[in-house]
């Protein structure tokens, strides 16, 4: 091989390797509605991106109530339902807690030292229609929340223990992050 041979070979392993790191830096996640028996209907999608400020969390959904919804990562990667011992069965139940690796067992939002799983609230317009970008400031790449479920609340979120939960409430919408 001579060296300029070598050099062009060099600079194409280069390109990829550098193609393939800024394909990971994002990801699109499709969110579906959370129903008794799986994922329902579609409501859009959000883009995560790394940025120099986080995790930045593109929004493009639809069709969801208009207010605001409590907005987590949760400690699986399914959306799937679950059924507890007495029958119930929880829509996305499957994803599980909210993430909390550090057992903090405390919710205290996007930016406080509580349960990773706390994002920040998601508004959605009188239309139904949410398309914002927020960031999660705790995450510093999109690595981070692979293998988790994002999980739209029907209920607002307090970031704290009160009401149970921040008055998330049911689960509305989930998407894994594959």
């Given at each position: 091989?001579?060296?300029?041979?070598?050099?062009?070979?060099?600079?194409?392993?280069?390109?990829?390797?550098?193609?393939?790191?800024?394909?990971?830096?994002?990801?699109?996640?499709?969110?579906?509605?959370?129903?008794?028996?799986?994922?329902?209907?579609?409501?859009?999608?959000?883009?995560?991106?790394?940025?120099?400020?986080?995790?930045?969390?593109?929004?493009?959904?639809?069709?969801?109530?208009?207010?605001?919804?409590?907005?987590?990562?949760?400690?699986?990667?399914?959306?799937?339902?679950a059924a507890?011992?007495?029958?119930?069965?929880?829509?996305?139940?499957?994803?599980?807690?909210?993430?909390?690796?550090?057992e903090t067992?405390?919710?205290?939002?996007?930016?406080?030292?509580?349960?990773?799983?706390?994002?920040?609230?998601?508004?959605?317009?009188?239309?139904?229609?949410?398309?914002?970008?927020?960031a999660a400031?705790?995450?510093?790449?999109?690595?981070?929340?692979?293998?988790?479920?994002?999980?739209?609340?029907?209920?607002?979120?307090?970031?704290?223990?009160?009401?149970?939960?921040?008055?998330?409430?049911?689960?509305?919408?989930?998407?894994?992050?594959?």
């Amino acid at each position: 091989m001579t060296p300029k041979t070598f050099a062009a070979a060099l600079a194409g392993l280069a390109a990829t390797a550098l193609a393939g790191s800024a394909a990971a830096a994002s990801l699109v996640v499709p969110m579906a509605l959370a129903t008794p028996q799986g994922p329902g209907a579609s409501v859009g999608q959000v883009t995560l991106s790394d940025s120099p400020k986080g995790v930045s969390i593109a929004l493009d959904l639809k069709g969801l109530p208009p207010g605001q919804h409590g907005f987590h990562l949760h400690g699986n990667p399914s959306c799937a339902p679950a059924a507890a011992a007495d029958g119930t069965v929880t829509p996305a139940g499957g994803a599980g807690a909210h993430l909390d690796p550090g057992e903090t067992k405390t919710h205290m939002g996007p930016e406080g030292a509580g349960h990773l799983g706390d994002l920040p609230r998601i508004e959605v317009a009188a239309d139904g229609t949410a398309r914002q970008t927020l960031a999660a400031p705790r995450f510093k790449s999109v690595a981070e929340l692979q293998g988790h479920a994002l999980m739209i609340h029907a209920g607002g979120d307090t970031y704290a223990d009160t009401p149970p939960l921040g008055g998330g409430g049911a689960r509305l919408a989930c998407g894994v992050v594959r």
